[in-house]
């Protein structure tokens, strides 16, 4: 383990929050009205610990886990958008057709979070480490 000292280890750490903070309330969510699913929850959660493993250990093969984490992030993204297209279609229609439950409050809140986290961890993948030229 190393301190954080470069940009992208810290704007990784920022990763770990945001995610962590989707995690949580993707979590609440799951569980208060019924739509809870594993692979999304495990998604952000490999995602999370991706970008604090790229951020606090100094190895070889961590170099990449950033990258991995914007991907296992992005999938459990869209895993939760396709999830919760009942909750879009009745909301936006007025409709209470699929018989969704909960508002859209919740869902766009959890989306930006991905969003940013997602957004986080690509400019960590595009900045160096270290801090100097490899």
Do not use: H
Request: proline letters at 1%.
């Amino acid at each position: 383990m190393s301190k954080v000292k470069s940009f992208s280890a810290k704007s990784s750490l920022v990763g770990v929050v945001l995610s962590a903070a989707a995690l949580i309330g993707f979590t609440v969510y799951g569980m208060v009205y019924d739509y809870f699913d594993t692979v999304v929850f495990l998604t952000l959660a490999l995602g999370m610990v991706g970008m604090a493993a790229y951020a606090l250990v100094d190895r070889a093969w961590s170099e990449l886990l950033n990258l991995a984490a914007v991907a296992c992030i992005t999938f459990g993204m869209g895993l939760f958008f396709l999830n919760s297209y009942p909750v879009w279609a009745d909301r936006l229609n007025n409709i209470s057709m699929y018989g969704s439950r909960g508002t859209l409050v919740p869902v766009i809140t959890l989306l930006v979070l991905m969003v940013a986290a997602i957004v986080v961890g690509i400019v960590s993948c595009f900045t160096q480490k270290e801090g100097k030229a490899k």
